[in-house]
């Protein structure tokens, strides 16, 4: 089955600046969805954008979908301290009912 | 609205002893998860469930995992014997059953963490 990979593996930066993470997936989608968790807890939606949608805000993230590349990316502006966590992003594959497939995430540090 | 519920939070047991996890789901949700995370590694589906049938459990350890969800609403997923490698957090996920008023999003619980010792 197809899974989403996150890069980088890692990031860190200084809290006002942006973070930008990025998704590759291997097959057609009906959807891409954006999680974060943190550290000892649940997964928490982010934001789901659909495979004929191109780009997409809530707040201050923003999420791209590029199907002919197999790419998403999600950026997260004016970063706070508590926005450090793990973010993972998960596909639906097209065809396949719900089954929502995870990458291995990007762990993000924001320094105060 | 309330969550998605998961007991127990912790969980640490002998290899080769039996454990279980059961979730309870946010009402009216058809559709249940259970994924297996390893630490470090993103979350891997071990069985999906619509109302209290089975959708995918091809990534469910048979010989040792079972899972049923009696009457579509709470699940129970079981280990026995556990191994070593079965160190994780499993996550118990719902969603509303698919079509135009269904978002995709997942709900999660807070996950049971099991260590085998």
């Known amino acids: 089955s197809q899974q989403g990979e996150e890069d980088p593996q890692a990031l860190s930066i200084q809290e006002g600046e942006n973070a930008t993470m990025n998704c590759s997936y291997k097959?057609?989608?009906?959807?891409l969805q954006w999680y974060r968790q943190n550290s000892g807890r649940g997964l928490v939606h982010l934001i789901l954008?659909?495979?004929?949608?191109r780009e997409k805000h809530s707040g201050r993230l923003r999420v791209t979908l590029d199907t002919s590349k197999k790419s998403s990316s999600l950026l997260i502006t004016a970063s706070r301290a508590a926005d450090t966590a793990s973010y993972f992003c998960?596909?639906?594959?097209?065809?396949?009912?719900?089954?929502?497939?995870f990458g291995p995430g990007t762990r993000l540090s924001v320094l105060p | 609205e309330a969550g998605v519920a998961q007991s127990p939070r912790y969980k640490i047991i002998e290899k080769r002893q039996s454990v279980a996890f059961w979730c309870n789901p946010i009402?009216?949700?058809?559709?249940l998860y259970w994924y297996q995370q390893i630490l470090g590694q993103g979350p891997k589906l071990l069985i999906q469930?619509?109302?209290?049938?089975?959708?995918?459990d091809s990534q469910l350890p048979k010989d040792r995992f079972s899972a049923e969800r009696l009457k579509g609403v709470d699940s129970t997923l079981k280990i026995q014997p556990a191994k070593l490698e079965d160190s994780a957090v499993y996550l118990c996920?719902?969603?509303?059953?698919?079509?135009?008023?269904?978002?995709?999003?997942?709900?999660f619980g807070e996950g049971s963490r099991l260590t085998v010792l």
């Open positions: 996920a719902s969603s509303l059953v698919a079509g135009s008023l269904n978002t995709g999003e997942l709900f």
């Open positions: 097959t057609s989608i009906n959807n």
């Open positions: 009402s009216g949700h058809a559709t």
């Open positions: 954008i659909r495979s004929n949608e």
């Open positions: 469930f619509q109302n209290n049938g089975v959708v995918d």
């Open positions: 998960a596909t639906d594959e097209a065809g396949y009912g719900q089954n929502f497939v």
